[in-house]
């Protein structure tokens, strides 16, 4: 039986297109796998070293977590740091969300006078160089009673956040249509109950993208607690790490400073891979307003 021409071009595997295919996709492959590799190289070499047998560290003999124990009983305590650090960003986070989260529906949703010019004042922030303020910051804490204090220090890192912040809130909100806040204002709604009935879990993608990049600012910060930042029992994680010393000649210990880099990037990678989803629509909730 003949088969008309037709079918058998249906019939027939299509390897050729699907090669192209593949072909076409293998450049962008190559790109990002040699991407990966560079990026992820120094923190599998480091994760592999912290565990590795170096002579003059905690783990000489063998392989094990030597170098971590070492780091565990480092001064007050790898704890001791680790609760600092996280009590640190999450006061962060908290003031950072709160705060850009009110002035980025402040400057989607109201006219007053001087607003452009108050939020190009905000984002004019961005330019000053961050370590110029710290020393200034550091009067002004101590004025306040704030110096030598974990709260100083998470006030300072929530105002270097928020023009980054403030900006990515603005367009979250400037994405979401004013329909629905007019909506809610005819159902009875204030304004206040439509920002957090209707509008907040509208933006909740750049709500965690903002989140989390001021949980990973204030979490791998050096230069804030270094200046601000003198009583050893508050210091941050990293600035622990950076300080961990042997006691002889001031050599350092490296085995216990790459467990030190280690658990610190743990969290920042379990975060990151948990909201990766959230944090791509939060960075394109803006792309495609109106």
């Known amino acids: 039986m003949t088969v008309p021409k037709g079918e058998r071009e249906r019939r027939s595997p299509r390897h050729p297109s699907r090669a192209a295919s593949i072909a076409g996709r293998m450049p962008f492959w190559v790109f990002t796998g040699a991407l990966a590799i560079v990026f992820l190289y120094p923190l599998v070499w480091t994760a592999i070293s912290s565990v590795a047998p170096l002579a003059g560290t905690g783990q000489t003999d063998g392989w094990g977590f030597g170098n971590y124990v070492t780091l565990a009983n480092y001064q007050a305590g790898v704890w001791v740091y680790l609760g600092n650090s996280l009590f640190v960003s999450l006061l962060t986070v908290i003031l950072t969300l709160v705060v850009s989260m009110l002035g980025g529906y402040a400057f989607a949703r109201f006219k007053f006078p001087g607003k452009n010019l108050l939020f190009l004042g905000t984002l004019a922030i961005l330019m000053v160089p961050y370590a110029t303020l710290l020393i200034p910051l550091y009067v002004l804490l101590a004025s306040v009673g704030l110096a030598n204090s974990l709260v100083g220090v998470a006030l300072v890192l929530t105002m270097f956040q928020l023009p980054f912040s403030t900006f990515m809130m603005r367009i979250s909100f400037e994405s979401i249509p004013r329909e629905l806040d007019e909506a809610a204002m005819v159902d009875g709604c204030s304004s206040w109950t439509a920002l957090w009935r209707v509008l907040v879990p509208a933006v909740k993608p750049g709500l965690i993208t903002v989140g989390l ?52 990037a743990v969290p920042c990678i379990l975060l990151f891979l948990v909201l990766q989803r959230h944090y791509v629509r939060g960075f394109m909730s803006g792309a495609f307003k109106g």
């Not at 230069?223 to 930042?229: C, D, R």
């Not at 508050?234 to 950076?242: E, F, G, H, K, Q």
């Open 213 to 264: 990049f001021a949980f990973l600012a204030a979490w791998n910060d050096f230069m804030a607690p270094l200046i601000l930042i003198s009583d050893t029992n508050r210091m941050t994680l990293p600035l622990a790490v950076s300080n961990l010393r042997g006691q002889v000649q001031g050599v350092v210990d490296y085995g216990a400073t790459e467990a030190g880099v280690v658990v610190l």
